[in-house]
Every structure is written in C-alpha cells, then in structure tokens.
C-alpha cells in the first residue's frame, strides 16, 4: 500500500532490491530505480534517474515505443513489452518489460511500475533456431539438383520444397496432391501389392526415372523416410549426370574404343540371349560369322599404326552396312570381328550376308594418301549346329574361318562337323611350327624353269617343305598361312634362301659352265626388314655366288600393298643386281605400269592365266607385250598340258614352269636335271 506523498521510485528501489524493478514517471523519465534493475540495464540510478527510460532501449527499436506501452499500461492497467536494450557498455539484453501503473489511495496515478525480466538467452536460443530453420529452409528450398517432399499415406504429394521445379519442370503447386505415378515411368511404378511394404521402412538411395514435365527423362535417387501409416518424406536428388557417366562407364566396359563397336564380352551377353530366344523358339536360328582380314598386319607393319586403325575403323563401318539393325557386329580385337546374325531363316541368310561382306570389304579403302583392301575370311556356324554351349558356335565359327584362309583368301565357309578333325590338325600344326625348324623338319625342294625358246633348263624355284614327322609331307599352302600367322615365315624364307643358296654353290661347283638361275620366294614380311639386302648380299659373298643368278619373288598384292614401304628395300636389292619377280600376276588388280615403280625384271603369270581359254589368252597376250615393252621377261606357271605350253609358247612367254615340264624335285633330283645336261639359256 502507498501513501500520498511519497516517492514511490525510491521506496520501491529500497524494498526490492534485488527485483529489477524502476518506475517512470507518466513521461518516461525514470523516477525509481533499484539495484536488480541495474544489473539488467547496466546503469547505475545516477546515471539514469530523471532521464528517459528510453535511453536503455536499443537505437534500433522503433521510437515511441516506451510511450506506446506506458500508454497501454495505463489504459488497461498493465502492458508488456520485449526488446533489445544497450548497456553503457555496448552489451545487449534481450528484456521483458512489465508496466502497471502506480496508483495512490485517490486513485490518482503517479508513476508507472516497470518490471524487467532478462530473456537474453532465451532470445538468443530462439534467434539461433531460427537462424538454423533459415539455413535448413535455404538449404531445402534453395537445393539445385534436389528436393524435398512429403507425401501422405495414399502417396500423394503433401509438399514439395520449390526447387522441385528445377529438377522436374513442375512448381510444387502442380505436383501437392497428385500422386507420384504423375512423373514416374510406367515400368518403375511398383506393383500395388508392393506398395505398403516398401513404404514400412527407410530406403536409402532407391533409384527412380521420372519423366520431366518437358518430356525428358531424369533419373532420380531418393532418400525416404517412411514410418508406419504416416505417409512419408524424402529427398529426391536428380543424378541424372552421374547415371550418364555411369552409363558411359558401361559403354565403355561393353564397346571397343577404337570401332565403337560392341566388344567381346558384349558379343558373349547378345549371343546367350540369342540362345535362350532359339531355346524357347526352336524354329529361330542366328548365325555367328567369324572374320580375319587378311592382310591387316601389312597394312599396320607397312602404312603405320595411324592406317591400320583408319582400316579397321572403316571395316567397322562396311560390316555394319552389311547387316541388319537387329544383328551384332562386334570387333573382337586386332582384327578379328564377329558378327551375330539373329532371326535367319536358313544357312542361305548367313552365305548371302557373307558374300556382302566380301563384297564390301573388297572395295579398297583409302587411308590418308594411300589404298588398301580390306579382304577377309570369313567362318559362318550356324545356330542349329549340334553344340553344348554358345560358346561353341564362335569356335566353330573360328575353325570355319581358318579353312576359308586356308583355302585361299577372301572367301567364306560354313562349319561342319567335318571340319573338327582338319581342324585339330590345323592346331597340331601351329602348336609344332615353332620348333620344326631348329628339329630339322624343313627341307627345300626345286622345280625347273625352262625357256621356252631352246627348252633347255633355265633355272629352279626354291620351295619349302615340312616333312612333319607324324603328318609326312605338309604342303606349302597349308603350313604358309600358319607361319604368317605366328610370325615364323621369316625364319622359313631365310632357311630356304641359305639352303637354295647352298645347292646352287654346289652344283655350280660341280657342274662347271652351267648356268643356273634361282628363284626364292619371299614372305611380305621380309620387304619390311631393313636388313634383307644386306643379309642377301652376305649370303651371295659366303658361297661365291653372282648376284644375277638369284631371283627373288614377291606376290603381286604384297607388293601392291607394301609398294611404298618395301621400296627402299627393293631398291637396295636392285643395287645389288638381284632380280626381283612378281609372283602370282594377274591375280590381284596391279595395274601392269605402276610396277614401273619398283625396279621388277620380271612377272609370273598365276596358273590361273595360264589353263584359262578364250579371255584368258587375250589377256595374257597384252600382259606380255606390257611387259617385254617395261622390259621384264615373262614366266608361265602352273604349265601343265601340252596345249597350255603351245599357247604359252605362241604368246612369246620367255620361261615355263608346271607339272607338264617337272614338278618340284629334291635337291639329288634336281642335280640329275643338271647332271643330265640339258641345253640351258
Ligand atoms: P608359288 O610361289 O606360286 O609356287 C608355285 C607353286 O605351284 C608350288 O606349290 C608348285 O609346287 C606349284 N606348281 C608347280 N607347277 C604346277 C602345276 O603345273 N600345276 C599346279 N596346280 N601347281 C603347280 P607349292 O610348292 O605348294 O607352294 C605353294 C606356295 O607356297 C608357293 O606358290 C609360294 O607362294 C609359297 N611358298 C613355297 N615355298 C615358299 C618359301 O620358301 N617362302 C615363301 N615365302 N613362300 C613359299
Ligand atoms: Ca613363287
Ligand atoms: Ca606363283
């Protein structure tokens, strides 16, 4: 109770004084101020009684403020109010202040009470949630790439936080209150018995594909939380790049980087499918065509590697044309393709696709300023080929493809269980080639050449043989392939020029005044090595031997291809007098006068001119005029009846070589030939 006349500031001060307690005067001017109110507002009553109340409010609360709530205290008896208040000491306080008036017994009011309650670290508490809501509200509705949302219990949206429309085209607005199936494509929609269980629990990193409101397809991971019967909320973060990267990735796995084309392991994964299909459907067959270009390490020991992979690319290029969209054209590396025919009818589907292929790779292919041709061999097996696995078939296909290179180039087979057991063989073959050499399996054997002017005995071809010591005698034509193969063709020509060189040195030793000529065949690969000439001459130095009594020949396509990288070889041969022969002419497409370019003395017509009728002599006819004109002299091979010698000798053909004249001799046969003393040119 207060009585009239007395100061209320000061009594209350005194009577309170640890309650953070002032009273103002109707004015705002403080008129009381007690010890707690001191502690809260840093002023001490000195410094404040008589000033305004006011002065203790922080600059930045609105002005008027301590007249609005005096006001209010004193219309309704009691006001609150909440601010920042400075301290003479720069602090801030967070302050609560409670106003009531201060009445006397008249009721006459005289001075408003304030109470101050210090809520400073509430208030910061408060400010510092709210700082971290803003942050998290920033982070939810600012997030690129993701967004926030809730969904109820029927998978309906509930909210979605607005950076939705970035990710999905859509404004939060569109999308409350539809359900998901809205964005998501229709195979990723789970089926409704799903639904309830997978909404039970937490799922971390589900991926989704949704499809944006412009039509384009994002893929999503979301992050959902899911408790029981309350719907569920979650993050949806668009990794739409990383998925492209991923995806990328997987192409990278499952394609060759030089071609594009799909790799092997890709190849495996559509074969097995097409096997299951042909499993379900007995009626479907497929094929798998197995290719070998065949003269593809030339090109890439000749041209560079630039070229080769220029070729290979190109090759890539012409298979696909070949083929249908649904088939599978895969490079299985170096230059090894395979190609996976589904849904043929018969072998016929598979053959015709083959000949396409020969086809197209026999277009030649233009490498930078240079051709080449891309010709390959090609192994067809066929689906309804008895076999235990897929696998298999691309085995098949392989053997197939080895007896289409065996039977000559550029061509095409079809797998037959026959094959298996030549084909083993073949294996046996490559597996002992290695060593038949060192074994001492090779021996050399010599056919005559005669002219065909005096029919006297001109000179011999050199010709490797492989006396295999289970297989007895293997042909030429099948171990070659092989040795080029594993790279032993080397070795063999060098075997056989040492060993011809030999025979030629004895003989000549032992036959005084015959003049022999002999011929030694060499593999492309030997025009590439910088040191033939040199290996050539000390080879002719070490037996005494003229250098014009040797004769070297090259295949017409090997020499066609290799034109620009052999020349400097040829050339080097040429310095030494040796003569090089284009063996097999005629039989690729070397234009007669671009051979003007390497220094050849002379041609030798494949048999195939020879037993030809009808064109066949026509040809020959303008192929030996070029060629007496280029001044290069002329050999027919592969003579073999009488009338084939006729012609040969009525075109002025200038040597003869066939069954008809001798067949390739052993080295003591080949001497009695001389022994014999037959007239020689
Ligand atoms: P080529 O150089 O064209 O050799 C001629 C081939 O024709 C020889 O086959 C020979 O036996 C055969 N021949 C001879 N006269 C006749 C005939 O009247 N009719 C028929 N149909 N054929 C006849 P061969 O010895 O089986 O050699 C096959 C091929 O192997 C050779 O063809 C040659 O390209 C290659 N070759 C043989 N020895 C060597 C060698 O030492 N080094 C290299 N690089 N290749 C060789
Ligand atoms: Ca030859
Ligand atoms: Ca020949």
Known sequence: MIAPGYQPGEALGAMLPDHPLLVVDLGGQVIGWSAGAERVCGYQAGQIVGRSFATCYAPDEPRGRLRDEIEEALRSGYAEGEGWMLRPDGGRVWVRRTLAPLRDLGQQVHGIAVMLCDLTTRRRAELDLREREERFREMVEGTAGGFFYSMDDQGRFRYLSPSVRDVLGYTADELVGRPLDLVARPEEREPPGDAPSALDRPRAGRALRVVRKDGEIVHLEVVENAPQGTGSVGYARDVSRQKELEEQLTHTALHDPLTGLPNRALFWDRLRHATRLAERAPERQFAVLMLDLDRFKAV????????????????????????????????????????????????????????????????????????????????????????????????????????????????????????????????????????????????????????????????????????????????????????????????????????????????????????????????????????????????????????????????????????????????????????????????????????????????????????????????????VKVAHSLDMSVVAEGVETQEQMDRVRLLQVDYAQGYLLSEPLTAEMAERVIARGLPVN
């Not at 043989?465 to 099948?478: F, Q, T």
């Open 300 to 623: 890439n020991d000749t041209l560079g590697h630039l070229a080769g992979d220029q070729l290979l690319l190109g090759v890539a290029r012409r298979l696909e044309r070949c083929v249908r969209p649904g088939d599978t054209v895969s490079r299985f590396g170096g230059d090894e393709f395979a190609i996976l025919l589904d849904g043929i009818r018969d072998a016929s589907d598979a053959t015709r696709v083959a000949r396409r292929i020969t086809r197209a790779l026999g277009e030649p292919f233009r490498l930078g300023r240079e051709y080449a041709f891309g010709l390959g061999s090609i192994g067809i097996a066929l689906s309804h080929t008895p076999h235990e696995r897929p696998e298999e078939l691309v085995r098949f296909a392989d053997l197939a493809m080895y007896r289409a290179k065996a039977l000559g180039r550029g061509r095409h087979e079809v797998f037959d269980h026959r094959m298996r057991a030549g084909i083993d063989a073949r294996l046996q073959l490559e597996r002992d080639l290695p060593r038949a050499l060192e074994r001492g399996e090779f021996r050399v054997e010599y056919q005559p050449i005669l002219s065909v002017k005096t029919g006297g005995l001109w000179g011999f071809e050199a010709l490797a043989r492989w006396h295999h010591p289970v297989r007895g005698l293997v042909s030429p034509a099948e171990f070659i392939p092989l040795a080029e193969q594993t790279g032993e063709m080397i070795a063999i020509d060098l075997y056989v020029l040492r060993e011809a060189c030999r025979q030629l040195q004895g003989w000549q030793a032992r036959h005084p005044g015959t003049s022999i000529n002999m011929s030694v065949n060499l593999s492309g690969e030997h025009l590439l090595r910088h040191d033939l000439a040199e290996q050539v001459r000390d080879l002719l130095r070490e037996h005494g031997l003229p250098a014009l009594s040797l004769r070297l020949e090259v295949n017409e396509s090997v020499l066609a291809e290799r034109a620009d990288a052999s020349r400097q070889v040829l050339q080097q041969l040429h310095g030494l007098d040796v003569h090089l022969q284009v063996d097999d002419f005629g039989t690729g497409r070397t234009p007669l006068r671009s051979l003007q370019q390497v220094p050849v003395r002379a041609l030798k017509l494949d048999p195939s001119l020879v037993t030809r009728n009808g064109d066949g002599a026509g040809l020959m006819e303008a192929m």
